[in-house]
Nanobody
Framework: QVQLVESGGAVVHTGDSLRLSCKVS????????SAWFRQAPGKEREFVAA????????YYGNAVKGRFTISKDNAGDTTTLQMSSLKPEDTARYYC???????????????????WGQGTQVTVSS
C-alpha cells in the first residue's frame, strides 16, 4: 500500500525559509511524478510545484516561482520542497501527491494525481 507522509511544516516569520519533505513508502513502481499542492482555509487546493518522473523537468505555480524549489533524493523515496522568502500568503496546509503513469505532460491539477499525503501546516506570520 502506497503511503505518503509529509513533514517539516512549522510557524515561521515573513522572509524565513522552510523545507518540507514527503516520504513515499510501499511503492512498487520505479518512478513517478511528484507534486506539492497547498490549501488555505476557504480556498481551493492550489498547485505549487511538480517534478516530472524522469527528473528532467520542474514546474511551479506563479505565486511561488523563484522562491520554491522541488527536488527528489537519489533513492526516489523523498520529495523535498525548499521554500524561501516566505510570505503570509504562503500560509496553508501543504500536500504531497504522486502520479504513477509516466506521461509526457505533467498535470497541474489535483485530478492528475493518484496518491496523496495528509498534509503539513505552514504558517507564516508577518
Amino acid at each position: 500500500q502506497v503511503q505518503l507522509v509529509e513533514s517539516g511544516g512549522a510557524v515561521v516569520h515573513t522572509g524565513d525559509s522552510l523545507r518540507l519533505s514527503c516520504k513515499v513508502s510501499g511503492r512498487t513502481f520505479e518512478t513517478y511524478t511528484s507534486a506539492w499542492f497547498r490549501q488555505a482555509p476557504g480556498k481551493e487546493r492550489e498547485f505549487v510545484a511538480a517534478l516530472k518522473w524522469n527528473g528532467q523537468s520542474t514546474y511551479y505555480g506563479n505565486a511561488v516561482k523563484g522562491r520554491f524549489t522541488i527536488s527528489k533524493d537519489n533513492a526516489g523515496d523523498t520529495t523535498t520542497l525548499q521554500m524561501s522568502s516566505l510570505k503570509p500568503e504562503d500560509t496553508a496546509r501543504y500536500y504531497c501527491a504522486i502520479e504513477v503513469a509516466q506521461k509526457n505532460a505533467v498535470s497541474l491539477s489535483v485530478h492528475g494525481y493518484d496518491y496523496w499525503g495528509q498534509g503539513t501546516q505552514v504558517t507564516v506570520s508577518s
